[in-house]
């Protein structure tokens, strides 16, 4: 009996195949043979990055990955020459240490947890077949840690498989075993693995001498080849994707089960596949680059013009500055022998000059924000836990919170430009309905025919399916007839063209027993649920048959042979033995793959009304299948099993070979019918891509339907409206798909032509095929596609593959700078997902790839609304505050030091103590931009999403841009102006010693700069305040205390300033006047030129007062960045 279970249903075109020479062999039952020549990866696992050992080099070598990091690395090295040193060598290290520590800390915590769990999972036991046991073979009790490649292993229900392994026999009779893989891939759906024929009546200590050659470990968690050969058997037994059980599956519904380890430890396909999700920079941060490069070209001019300012006045001072140190010629305390003084080790002008650029290097160095790396992290951290807790992307129906798995692009959801999505699952439910059928040319889709299954049965489908009573009566009553006969061949078709596996549990009635068909496609269970409801009911699946409740009577049906779903030929085969001795064929699949292997001749006039009513059906938004079967001879069979039998016992080229075969026999089919299937539009969707569009977004859809299927869709879901004009490219040759392309192209600059204003503009929509994809990438003409998409207000891609999807994505990415998004539920969007720069994925039907590779999960298509226009435009708006923030915060407190500078003799004293300088980026101001950028909000969720047009200030960059960055780099340089100047003016001919003057500086900058965020502050709460005020009190306390240690200069000068009155006016006057721009700009801004969000923050203050129902106001569209 040829058989090959669950074979490639989502990877078989692009798995690996191997020879020979490449086969890993593995002795069974005979570990130390198994890796004697190659000694294989052992059991133990280790997700863990760090050791004791290592943690201290590693860390920091991945920390110093950040270029700022290494600049700060150099200035602390600096600081430790006696030549350069301006500030203590404690302090000049503290700011890098401190920000290294609370990193180091963080990683080291987080390790720790993998250490503990990794303790755990090694620790756990497995019985493992010992040849060496007092009192013969046995399994004993091993640690999973100690299991190795050969191991025979026993495992029972409910247990966890603690490697990759072939199964030799189960508790079933038949060799069936089923396992759930959630921990896996997340799909809780069991799965049934099958035990060979040959191995599964042999005790486990007899299959000494068995080898298996089997493929090298990779990631495939869907496909799997190998061969058995036994001792004594000529012919090599084929091994397959259904014989192997992986790591983390878990065994259920069966007794025990044992297999033998091919792969272990870190070769275990989970254990490949555990490398999470590519690591995505957000663009915000990318633009920060820019403007790092601009503070550090202002450095790098300060520190010159300090130099080069120095080396004037050393030339001119240069005979007063012999007794000086460091710049004396001579050295006075040594004589050579004619009575001179020797000469002293003099560096001379022009190195001096190197040195003070140097020295202004350091004490610039905060000009560059160190914290502020830190602080978007933490600020990154607290918006994904409300992200997070927020109710609004709770999803109820599957009890699933939102997951944040890339703390680093938080602020990209605020820029979406265009929006790519999967239609099954993600638009729509992926809960498919049976609710038509055309069967021998007759349709029947009549509603008002349909009720609910009737009748005394026995089984019951857990899915409940409305029958069509004139298809009922037919099958009960026209069994002689020839329409009554091809029906019945149709239901068997879909209860036996399948791989559901029928759990059968009692129900609330003691005299029905109720079906759960587990399945890895809803698809199939629609089909397999209905074939049930109108009496064909699937009620048994061993590796060898099924057993079918055939209108009350049991019928088994041997399971000859079975080619599973491929993206390739785009449809799955099974070959029957039937209780009348007879070999049946069964083939269903896509209508565009199986109108190609049906007989044409037979029966003309039932495919022109099927293909006429599958017209229909996709009309109607539901999903087509097309049934057809052939019986076979025995010759055929046996010629069928011959070329089965040696595809699949290849290593080399299996899964071609195996296509091939299938492609043989499944030829002049003669049609059986075709289904109908509804996949219900989740809820919310329509309104969502309504408001989407509003925001300015563009939605793309990409699906495997059939284009008047997505069509039909696209209608229901709002995407297409009946105003849109539609431009249609579905070629079926690389001329008419060129034509197509310049039609297309001609036809989109003649209706932009024809309406120049944007209100009068005709909406585009542009449909487009997979064979038309698969011409475009093939030749030069993306650029004609991308020409005509960004001129299209909606795209509709029908039949694309996975990696198609990614293309499409690409093609976006790579010619505008429009931020993109995809969205999708299922493996084949993984590529997609992965390819956009923000990729989300829907907790669906078809399992957790999508999730396990996206950027953020959630578990509706809906949640995009509040994700993007309430979450992404505060997350956006919040960073780029606070970056520009930083820069403004660091450069103020900068140029303070400088214009001290020019007034020292270029000396690079500061009044300012080193540690204050230290402390004023890490502690006197870190606490309240973070805060701010955590809980600020510039509107309500209310208003955010009843005027999605507020999302355009994101997608045009309104809150961070280079004009912003002069705008703030020219307020902090009147700002340090006002809080240098305005003191020493005051103090200019006192006696007041530089400390105490230091001391004002230092509070009249942290008040300055705090009062200038509070202003920008737009809902203060009470940690805002805490923030702020308690901000400003922790510097004084700091101040204070830093004057209060005797060791330290500055010992209590700033008791003494505070004792005077104009100390205090000082303060008042320093924050009056530095304001005063920021004031002015502000007031100006938001009475004459108002932004959108400044008009919509009116609109929310007036609503105290007034009632909310105003006509609502015209928000701009033009750029204002």
């Given at each position: 009996m040829a058989e090959d279970h669950g074979s490639s249903r989502h990877m078989s075109a692009s798995q690996k195949e191997l020879g020979?020479?490449?086969?890993?062999?593995?002795?069974?039952?005979?570990?130390?043979?198994?890796?004697?020549?190659?000694?294989?990866?052992?059991?133990?696992?280790?997700?863990?990055?760090?050791?004791?050992?290592?943690?201290?080099?590693?860390?920091?070598?991945?920390?110093?990955?950040?270029?700022?990091?290494?600049?700060?690395?150099?200035?602390?090295?600096?600081?430790?020459?006696?030549?350069?040193?301006?500030?203590?060598?404690?302090?000049?290290?503290?700011?890098?240490?401190?920000?290294?520590?609370?990193?180091?800390?963080?990683?080291?915590?987080?390790?720790?947890?993998?250490?503990?769990?990794?303790?755990?999972?090694?620790?756990?036991?497995?019985?493992?077949?010992?040849?060496?046991?007092?009192?013969?073979?046995?399994?004993?009790?091993?640690?999973?840690?100690?299991?190795?490649?050969?191991?025979?292993?026993?495992?029972?229900?409910?247990?966890?498989?603690?490697?990759?392994?072939?199964?030799?026999?189960?508790?079933?009779?038949?060799?069936?075993?089923?396992?759930?893989?959630?921990?896996?891939?997340?799909?809780?759906?069991?799965?049934?693995?099958?035990?060979?024929?040959?191995?599964?009546?042999?005790?486990?200590?007899?299959?000494?001498?068995?080898?298996?050659?089997?493929?090298?470990?990779?990631?495939?968690?869907?496909?799997?080849?190998?061969?058995?050969?036994?001792?004594?058997?000529?012919?090599?037994?084929?091994?397959?994707?259904s014989n192997i059980v992986l790591r983390g599956c878990e065994l259920k519904n069966t007794a025990w089960a044992v297999g033998v380890v091919v792969y272990a430890g870190r070769e275990t396909k989970a254990m490949l596949n555990n490398a999470g999700a590519p690591k995505k920079r957000s663009r915000l941060e990318t633009h920060m680059n820019r403007e790092t490069l601009f503070l550090s070209a202002i450095l790098v001019v300060l520190c010159t013009l300090v130099a080069a300012l120095s080396g004037v006045w050393l030339h001119t001072h240069e005979e007063e500055l012999e007794l000086a140190q460091f710049f004396h010629k001579k050295d006075y305390l040594k004589r050579d022998d004619n009575n001179d003084y020797e000469n002293y080790n003099y560096y001379g002008i022009a190195a001096q000059i190197v040195f003070i650029f140097l020295m202004a290097v350091i004490v610039f160095q905060i000009m560059i924000p160190i914290s502020l790396y830190?602080?978007?992290?933490?600020?990154?951290?607290?918006?994904?836990?409300?992200?997070?807790?927020?109710?609004?992307?709770?999803?109820?129906?599957?009890?699933?919170r939102f997951q944040c798995r890339a703390l680093n692009i938080n602020e990209d959801l605020g820029q979406i430009k265009c929006i790519f999505s999967d239609k099954t699952g993600t638009l729509t439910q992926n809960k498919m309905e049976f609710r038509c059928a055309n069967i021998d040319g007759v349709d029947y889709s009549d509603i008002a025919r349909q009720r609910p299954a009737e009748g005394d049965r026995i089984w019951a489908p857990k899915i409940s399916v409305n029958t069509d009573q004139e298809l009922v009566k037919l099958i009960r009553d026209g069994g002689d007839t020839e329409q009554g006969r091809q029906t019945r061949e149709f239901f068997l078709a879909l209860a036996t063209c399948n791989t559901i596996v029928p759990m059968v549990t009692d129900g609330p009635d003691p005299k029905k027993k109720v079906i759960d068909y587990q399945g890895e496609s809803p698809d199939e269970q629609a089909l397999v649920s209905a074939a049930a409801a109108y009496g064909f009911v699937l009620v048994e699946r061993t590796s060898g048959h099924i057993v079918i409740d055939v209108l009350g009577e049991k019928q088994r049906y041997d399971v000859l042979g079975l080619h599973e779903f491929d993206s390739d030929r785009k449809r799955m085969s099974v070959i029957i033995g039937c209780p009348d001795k007879s070999v049946k064929l069964f083939v269903k699949g896509a209508d565009s793959s199986m109108f190609e292997v049906i007989d044409k001749m037979l029966n003309s006039d039932v495919i022109q009304a099927t293909e006429k009513h599958l017209h229909s059906y996709s009309s109607l938004g539901l999903r087509t299948l097309v049934i057809g079967m052939r019986e076979l001879s025995q010759e055929e069979f046996q010629e069928w099993q011959m070329a089965y039998e040696k595809a699949s016992t290849a290593l080399l080229g299996r899964g071609n070979l195996l296509r091939g075969v299938a492609a043989d026999i499944e030829r002049n089919l003669r049609?059986?019918?075709?289904?109908?299937?509804?996949?219900?539009?989740?809820?919310?969707?329509?309104?969502?891509?309504?408001?989407?569009?509003?925001?300015?977004?563009?939605?793309?859809?990409?699906?495997?339907?059939?284009?008047?299927?997505?069509?039909?869709?696209?209608?229901?879901?709002?995407?297409?409206?009946?105003?849109?004009?539609?431009?249609?490219?579905?070629?079926?040759?690389?001329?008419?798909?060129?034509?197509?392309?310049?039609?297309?192209?001609?036809?989109?600059?003649?209706?932009?032509?024809?309406?120049?204003?944007?209100?009068?503009?005709?909406?585009?929509?542009?449909?487009?095929?997979?064979?038309?994809?698969?011409?475009?990438?093939?030749?030069?003409?993306?650029?004609?596609?991308?020409?005509?998409?960004?001129?299209?207000?909606?795209?509709?891609?029908?039949?694309?593959?996975?990696?198609?999807?990614?293309?499409?994505?690409?093609?976006?990415?790579?010619?505008?700078?429009?931020?993109?998004?995809?969205?999708?539920?299922?493996a084949n969007d993984v590529s997609m997902i992965q390819m956009a720069d923000v990729g989300i994925g829907i907790s669906g039907q078809e399992g957790r790839q999508a999730v396990m590779a996206s950027d953020f999960a959630m578990g509706q298509f809906r949640f995009l609304v509040p994700l993007l226009l309430v979450h992404g435009h505060w997350n956006y708006q919040r960073m780029a505050y606070m970056i520009?923030?930083?820069?403004?915060?660091?450069?103020?407190?900068?140029?303070?030091?400088?214009?001290?500078?020019?007034?020292?003799?270029?000396?690079?004293?500061?009044?300012?103590?080193?540690?204050?300088?230290?402390?004023?980026?890490?502690?006197?101001?870190?606490?309240?931009?973070?805060?701010?950028?955590?809980?600020?909000?510039?509107?309500?969720?209310?208003?955010?999403?009843?005027?999605?047009?507020?999302?355009?200030?994101?997608?045009?960059?309104?809150?961070?841009?280079?004009?912003?960055?002069?705008?703030?780099?020219?307020?902090?340089?009147?700002?340090?102006?006002?809080?240098?100047?305005?003191?020493?003016?005051?103090?200019?001919?006192?006696?007041?010693?530089?400390?105490?003057?230091?001391?004002?500086?230092?509070l009249s900058v942290v008040i300055l700069v705090n009062i200038h965020l509070a202003m920008d502050v737009i809902r203060w709460n009470w940690i805002t305040h805490a923030a702020i005020w308690g901000s400003i009190a922790a510097t004084w306390i700091c101040v204070m205390i830093l004057d209060s240690i005797p060791t330290l200069p500055g010992f209590w000068a700033i008791y003494k300033v505070m004792g005077t009155g104009l100390f205090w006016a000082l303060l008042l006057a320093v924050t009056v006047v530095g304001m005063i721009p920021h004031f002015a700009a502000k007031a100006f801004i938001e009475y004459f030129i108002p932004s959108d969000i400044q008009i919509a923050r009116e609109m929310e203050k007036s609503q105290d007062t007034h009632d909310a129902t105003h006509p609502e106001v015209q928000m701009s569209s033009v750029s204002r960045a």
């Open positions: 020979d020479e490449d086969a890993r062999v593995v002795r069974v039952g005979d570990a130390a043979r198994t890796n004697e020549r190659l000694d294989f990866a052992g059991n133990a696992v280790r997700t863990a990055k760090y050791s004791p050992l290592t943690f201290l080099p590693r860390n920091l070598l991945e920390q110093f990955h950040r270029l700022a990091y290494v600049y700060f690395l150099v200035i602390a090295v600096l600081n430790q020459l006696p030549q350069l040193a301006v500030f203590g060598r404690g302090a000049s290290v503290m700011p890098l240490a401190f920000v290294l520590a609370v990193t180091a800390v963080k990683d080291a915590y987080e390790d720790w947890r993998r250490h503990r769990s990794d303790r755990a999972e090694n620790g756990r036991l497995a019985a493992v077949l010992s040849p060496d046991a007092a009192g013969g073979a046995q399994f004993l009790p091993t640690k999973w840690k100690h299991v190795r490649v050969g191991d025979v292993v026993r495992v029972v229900s409910d247990e966890s498989l603690p490697a990759d392994m072939v199964l030799l026999a189960t508790g079933e009779p038949t060799g069936v075993a089923y396992v759930q893989t959630l921990n896996l891939d997340g799909e809780s759906n069991l799965k049934t693995r099958y035990a060979k024929q040959e191995t599964l009546s042999t005790p486990p200590e007899r299959l000494a001498s068995a080898v298996i050659r089997c493929e090298r470990p990779n990631r495939n968690i869907y496909g799997f080849q190998a061969n058995l050969e036994l001792e004594g058997e000529s012919r090599r037994i084929p091994l397959g994707p830190i602080s978007m992290e933490l600020v990154r951290l607290g918006q994904a836990y409300f992200m997070i807790r927020d109710t609004k992307l709770f999803d109820e129906s599957s009890n699933t049609l059986l019918g075709a289904s109908g299937i509804e996949d219900k539009l989740q809820d919310g969707v329509p309104e969502a891509i309504e408001k989407l569009r509003e925001a300015g977004i563009k939605v793309w859809v990409l699906t495997g339907d059939k284009q008047e299927t997505a069509i039909s869709i696209g209608y229901s879901c709002k995407l297409l409206t009946r105003d849109m004009t539609q431009i249609v490219i579905n070629s079926r040759s690389r001329d008419s798909c060129r034509r197509s392309l310049d039609d297309a192209i001609t036809m989109v600059n003649k209706y932009q032509s024809f309406s120049t204003d944007p209100q009068l503009r005709v909406p585009l929509a542009l449909i487009i095929d997979g064979n038309s994809l698969v011409y475009i990438f093939d030749t030069d003409w993306e650029e004609k596609l991308f020409e005509i998409a960004i001129a299209c207000d909606v795209v509709l891609c029908c039949r694309v593959a996975p990696l198609q999807k990614a293309g499409i994505v690409d093609l976006i990415k790579k010619r505008t700078s429009d931020m993109t998004l995809a969205i999708g539920d299922g520009l923030y930083n820069f403004y915060r660091n450069a103020t407190f900068v140029f303070v030091l400088f214009w001290y500078v020019l007034y020292t003799g270029f000396t690079l004293t500061t009044a300012i103590t080193e540690w204050s300088s230290v402390l004023y980026s890490v502690i006197y101001t870190a606490v309240p931009t973070i805060v701010v950028a955590i809980l600020d909000k510039d509107l309500s969720r209310g208003t955010l999403l009843k005027y999605a047009q507020l999302y355009g200030p994101g997608q045009r960059e309104e809150n961070y841009n280079l004009r912003l960055f002069i705008f703030i780099m020219m307020d902090s340089v009147w700002q340090s102006v006002a809080c240098f100047f305005i003191p020493y003016l005051a103090y200019r001919k006192s006696v007041i010693d530089s400390s105490s003057l230091g001391d004002l500086w230092t």
